[in-house]
Antibody, heavy 118, light 107 residues
Framework: EVQLVESGGGLVQPGGSLRLSCAASGFTFSNCAMTWVRQAPGKGLEWVSSIGTGVTNIYYTDSVKGRFTISRDNSKNTLSLQMNNLRADDTAIYYC???????????WGQGTLVTVSS | EIVLTQSPATLSLSPGERATLSCRASQSVSSFLAWYQQQPGQAPRLLIYGASNRATGIPARFSGSGSGTDFTLTISSLEPEDFAVYYCQQRSNWPRTFGQGTKLEIK
């Protein structure tokens, strides 16, 4: 059974940092592209960042470039998102998603809530 | 950036009725379009990928069609569990983008 379990969310002040993690199991993690998608309270879905199977293929939405860093540890089946210089508009539930062989998001974690507020 | 526009924003129907949801792209995405369903308080679930392919375990009452810029998600006969929010998403270009969602509510 595929499982994606996010952790690391919480309340942080503007300008602060958080590191999100996603523990993956039930599939060959190293063979799958992975993605973070977020959802602000009461709003729609927003793609944040993706990482391919090889760490050279990394993409970010413009609003997080230079502030967020996606990474993966294939030895630990873990996806991470380092978030620095957080802003109020980064407040959202952050979902970890798995890409299938055609890069569609076929499995999603339950999400972790990040709240940026003073 | 490719903008996906979904319509209507809200669709009010009764169980047993047919639902037709639309997604229009600001430029061609070929068939690189997916549909997701999100129930309240839950993570999204992949329904349709490649514009017309049902994901694993998705009932046959869900179907997708279209290519280029105009796409449709059809639910042939609504079940109570189908009332949710639906999003389209393209993977033709970076950045990946989602539509703003269509809320399917019980009339």
């Amino acid at each position: 059974e595929v499982q994606l379990v996010e952790s690391g969310g919480g309340l942080v002040q503007p300008g602060g940092s958080l590191r999100l993690s996603c523990a993956a199991s039930g599939f060959t993690f190293s063979n799958c592209a992975m993605t973070w998608v977020r959802q602000a309270p009461g709003k729609g879905l927003e793609w944040v960042s993706s990482i391919g199977t090889g760490v050279t293929n990394i993409y970010y939405t413009d609003s997080v470039k230079g502030r967020f860093t996606i990474s993966r540890d294939n030895s630990k089946n873990t996806l991470s998102l380092q978030m620095n210089n957080l802003r109020a508009d980064d407040t959202a539930i952050y979902y970890c998603t798995k890409g299938d062989s055609n890069y569609w998001y076929d499995y999603w974690g339950q999400g972790t809530l990040v709240t940026v507020s003073s | 950036e490719i903008v996906l526009t979904q319509s209507p924003a809200t669709l009010s129907l009764s169980p047993g009725e047919r639902a037709t949801l639309s997604c229009r792209a600001s430029q061609s995405v070929s068939s690189f379009l997916a549909w997701y369903q999100q129930q309240p308080g839950q993570a999204p679930r992949l329904l349709i990928y490649g514009a017309s392919n049902r994901a694993t375990g998705i009932p046959a009452r869900f179907s997708g069609s279209g290519s280029g810029t105009d796409f449709t998600l059809t639910i042939s006969s609504l079940e109570p569990e189908d009332f949710a929010v639906y999003y389209c998403q393209q993977r033709s270009n970076w950045p990946r983008t989602f539509g703003q969602g269509t809320k399917l509510e019980i009339k």
